[in-house]
């Protein structure tokens, strides 16, 4: 029998995957990734089982995502379109290669995922499942199958009596991880209109953020963030311990119209309160530890890193070669970020680093100054120069 390694969610249309392959001759592995979403797989798995599945893995993978594929983006300071924090697209790679890892192991040669044909996503783990082994065939059933809508697939499965909680009505797609949400679809269609307050669930409103204003610390180390407040968190308990703290404030929302590779443009709102903390305190550190020409360099590259993260290049030489260079800013990335954060935002309100380049004698416009103010007159000759006549 032909076996395939689908990648499941347990949702509606990965339901229906498992049964529309199966019914099509396939042996149906399931495998399922923790990325620190919030899930409970046991539902999941009944439905996988009722719908005919073979075998199905759950795999956390939680501490692999932050070290391999988060923490080199926050070094990157990664940020698509200029507010995107990338959580989904980063994930897409890391699913990818199990499904990769998980068909050596099973000997399939068919992997399928349940994503659509005009995201990003499929494109994604297609491109990377591809790096890692083009002999491997893909299957995307939501490109190919009969189903039209949503009514059409909750028929399909209350046919075949594969159990689906439906009762309420999908008002948004989302997908999420500990690195943030991505919500699109239904109302937010229209970028005229103002997301209604149902379509966040990370951070509160405005209205209902807290108010009064209170200060935290970021420890970094070598470009990677390992304390708050003082105290040595894990990664993953750091990330959502941040999460908490910021979303309550209503910190980490955004509203963007992006370019899809594939050609479309589309609106979806972004929730990442860890993420957008962590990459401005991340920033503050190198605005001390960094000189300009590296610093500049990196700011280019950032856009760069993004754009790759976000076209699916993850397992690229292209990707490696910008990874050589980051995480060789990295070594000095250590230090301490003050910020204040406030109902809907915060402010980067103090840094210091045991690395730190800031001379406060050649700064100051106080007592104390050791800059030779009568070099100035000839370094400015010369930097005009070309362009003298
Ligand atoms: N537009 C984002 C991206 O391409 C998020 C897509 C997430 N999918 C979803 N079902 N909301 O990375």
């Known amino acids: 029998m032909r076996k395939v390694i689908l990648a499941y969610s347990g949702g509606l249309d990965t339901a229906c995957c498992v049964k529309w392959l199966s019914d099509r001759g396939f042996e149906v592995i399931c495998f399922m990734a923790d990325l620190g979403q919030p899930h409970d797989f046991a539902p999941a798995k009944k439905r996988a089982k009722v719908a005919g599945v073979s075998k199905i893995y759950i795999k956390d993978l939680r501490q692999e995502f932050i070290r391999d594929f988060i923490w080199p983006a926050l070094k990157a300071n990664a940020i698509y379109e200029e507010k995107y924090t990338l959580a989904t697209a980063l994930g897409r790679p890391l699913i990818a290669k199990y499904l990769v890892?998980?068909?050596?192991?099973?000997?399939?040669?068919?992997?399928?995922?349940?994503?659509?044909?005009?995201?990003?996503?499929?494109?994604?783990?297609?491109?990377?499942?591809?790096?890692?082994?083009?002999?491997?065939?893909?299957?995307?059933?939501?490109?190919?199958?009969?189903?039209?809508?949503?009514?059409?697939?909750?028929?399909?499965?209350?046919?075949?009596?594969?159990?689906?909680?439906?009762?309420?009505?999908?008002?948004?797609?989302?997908?999420?991880?500990?690195?943030?949400?991505?919500?699109?679809?239904?109302?937010?269609?229209?970028?005229?209109?103002?997301?209604?307050?149902?379509?966040?669930?990370?951070?509160?409103s405005l209205a209902s953020a807290?108010?009064?204003?209170?200060?935290?610390?970021?420890?970094?180390?070598?470009?990677?963030?390992?304390?708050?407040?003082?105290?040595?968190?894990?990664?993953?308990?750091?990330?959502?311990?941040?999460?908490?703290?910021?979303?309550?404030?209503?910190?980490?929302?955004?509203?963007?119209?992006?370019?899809?590779?594939?050609?479309?443009?589309?609106?979806?709102?972004?929730?990442?309160?860890?993420?957008?903390?962590?990459?401005?305190?991340?920033?503050?550190?190198?605005?001390?530890?960094?000189?300009?020409?590296?610093?500049?360099?990196?700011?280019?590259?950032a856009l760069d890193y993004a754009d790759i993260i976000y076209y699916g290049l993850w397992f690229t030489p292209q990707k490696k070669k910008l990874d050589n260079f980051i995480n060789k800013t990295q070594k000095n990335v250590t230090g301490t970020v003050r910020l204040k954060l406030f109902k809907g935002g915060f402010y980067c309100v103090g840094r210091k680093s045991p690395y730190s380049l800031y001379k406060k004698e050649l700064a100051t416009y106080g007592k104390g100054d050791k800059f030779d103010h009568s070099k100035a007159k000839g370094f400015i000759k010369n930097w005009a120069r070309p362009y003298l006549k």
Request: glycine fraction near 6%.
């Open 101 to 204: 890892d998980v068909a050596h192991k099973e000997k399939a040669h068919y992997i399928a995922h349940g994503c659509t044909g005009k995201g990003n996503d499929q494109l994604r783990i297609e491109v990377s499942s591809m790096i890692l082994d083009h002999k491997l065939e893909i299957i995307a059933p939501l490109r190919i199958w009969e189903f039209k809508t949503r009514e059409e697939e909750i028929r399909y499965l209350a046919k075949h009596k594969i159990p689906i909680d439906v009762t309420k009505k999908k008002l948004y797609s989302i997908d999420e991880n500990i690195w943030g949400i991505s919500i699109e679809c239904g109302v937010l269609e229209d970028p005229w209109r103002e997301p209604p307050h149902n379509a966040y669930r990370l951070t509160a």
């Open 210 to 301: 807290k108010s009064k204003q209170v200060y935290l610390t970021i420890g970094f180390k070598a470009g990677v963030p390992v304390e708050i407040n003082g105290k040595k968190y894990p990664a993953s308990d750091l990330i959502k311990k941040l999460n908490a703290i910021a979303g309550a404030f209503g910190i980490g929302r955004t509203d963007l119209v992006e370019n899809r590779l594939i050609g479309i443009k589309s609106r979806e709102i972004y929730e990442a309160p860890a993420a957008h903390l962590l990459i401005a305190a991340h920033k503050e550190i190198e605005s001390l530890v960094l000189d300009r020409e590296v610093a500049h360099k990196k700011q280019k590259i």
